[in-house]
């Protein structure tokens, strides 16, 4: 009787862990120039719509498939070192509130309770 139970539970446990997505994910490339990249996870493609550097060079453009609540930059230190209110699908951050080095941007988006995030490096 003992092994009815015990065999359907390991075998249940064993098919879990299994089947359990515990990858972080691959980085996607949204947009790369000589002086920058900014990426994502592939398992954030489906809420970044397009990542664009204005024609003067001077700014980010990042679409997202649902409206944008705010965006926090994290400096390479992991503190938030500026937080945008967005409203829109849309933003256009100034790429002077960045020197050369590694940042993370965290989207709030609506619907969403965890941050979305894309990582910029410049060069």
């Known amino acids: 009787m003992k092994n009815l139970i015990l065999i359907p539970m390991f075998l249940f446990s064993f098919l ?52 944008i609540k705010f965006v926090q930059i994290y400096g390479e230190d992991g503190r938030i070192s500026f937080q945008l209110t967005v409203g829109s699908n849309k933003v256009r951050i100034n790429k002077n509130l960045f020197d050369k080095g590694d940042y993370k941007l965290g989207f709030k988006v609506e619907g969403d309770s965890q941050l979305h995030y894309a990582n910029v490096n410049l060069n």
């Open 16 to 67: 879990t862990l299994a089947l359990a997505n515990n990858d972080s994910g691959n980085p996607v490339t949204l947009l790369s120039a000589e002086s920058m990249t900014v990426s994502i996870e592939d398992t954030e493609v489906s809420t970044f719509v397009s990542a664009e550097m204005t024609e003067d060079q001077n700014n980010f453009e990042f679409e997202t498939s649902k409206k």
